[in-house]
């Protein structure tokens, strides 16, 4: 079977053996039943199809993407059918449908960081790595992705290996970075912790700690972030009667009520009959008048 066959699509990148999606089920379900239980147990016992996001991330963290036998083992888990699962799964671009490699190089080519570089980088690793958009190296390693925006619009251009930052990147030190993790070795992060691959921060996304000491997040703010500060310092603009000693509480004695009325009206939908199935106020009164 080629590879078109088996992902949709021509790009390059590596195939995992494929069986049964009732064997390969079973298998996710003796490896991750436990914690997925565990994930469930977090939310209200009508509200489980909660769970479906964090759920989805797990499977990612076994098998690299959402595969067809990971959508088979969240729907069983949570009492939805395939296709349920299959349209959050899609919709969300963070859920990988296709093998992914180790490392997802993201590189954010919107309006800032385009006018900055961002697409001459995205070229740069393109034609280095011999891949296009949502493509994988061969050997598994790398896969390569545009970005509509990284949120990081000071920092750039800025790229993000399995989401955390490079900022201010280059073609030159893009491919330098690549380069790097093709050889094993693991760069730091503009900000944030140190890097992890896919699988390890998708257990992450999950809602599980890393316990890898590296893990441990031991980068600082940067400096354009940290702008608006040093300027109102330097003009020594403040916050009238701001303590930051002081927590911040509601004031005035209407606030419980009104918080309390706001809280009845906007109970959330349980899972039993999602919002929006009623019929409408007009539509109930032709049925009736029928």
């Not at 800025?158 to 491919?175: K, L, R, S």
């Not at 970075?177 to 693991?186: I, S, T």
Request: proline share 8%; charged share 20%; hydrophobic share 35%.
């Amino acid at each position: 079977m080629t590879e078109t066959q088996l992902n949709g699509s021509s790009g390059p990148g590596p195939v995992p053996a494929q069986r049964g999606g009732t064997t390969r089920a079973a298998d996710l379900a003796a490896k991750l039943t436990d914690r997925a239980r565990e994930i469930i147990a977090r939310y209200p016992a009508d509200r489980s199809r909660s769970a479906l996001l964090p759920l989805l991330h797990l499977v990612q963290s076994e098998e690299g993407y959402v595969s067809p036998a990971g959508i088979e083992f969240c729907a069983q888990m949570l009492g939805l059918n395939k296709a349920q699962v299959g349209a959050v799964a899609s919709f969300y671009t963070m859920y990988k449908r296709r093998p992914t490699g180790d490392w997802l190089v993201s590189v954010c080519t919107n309006t800032m960081c385009n006018v900055l570089g961002g697409q001459q980088v995205y070229d740069a690793l393109s034609e280095h790595l011999g891949i296009g958009h949502e493509e994988t190296t061969p050997d598994g390693k790398i896969t390569l992705e545009h970005a509509e925006c990284l949120a990081a619009c000071d920092y750039g251009p800025v790229m993000t290996v399995n989401y955390d930052f490079f900022d201010q990147v280059d073609p030159d030190t893009a491919v330098a970075l690549v380069n790097e993790l093709r050889a094993g070795n693991r760069p730091k992060p503009s900000r944030g912790g140190r890097l992890c691959t896919l699988k390890e921060i998708s257990v992450q996304l999950a809602g599980f700690p890393d316990p890898r000491p590296e893990a441990v997040a031991d980068g600082v703010p940067g400096e354009p972030t940290l702008r608006g500060l040093r300027l109102a310092q330097q003009h020594g603009i403040s916050v009238a009667g701001f303590d930051p000693n002081t927590p911040i509480t509601a004031s005035g004695s209407g606030a419980p009520a009104a918080e309390a009325a706001g809280a009845a009206a906007n109970t959330p939908a349980s899972d039993r009959k999602p919002a929006g199935d009623a019929a409408k106020p007009q539509e109930q009164a032709l049925k009736e008048a029928k």
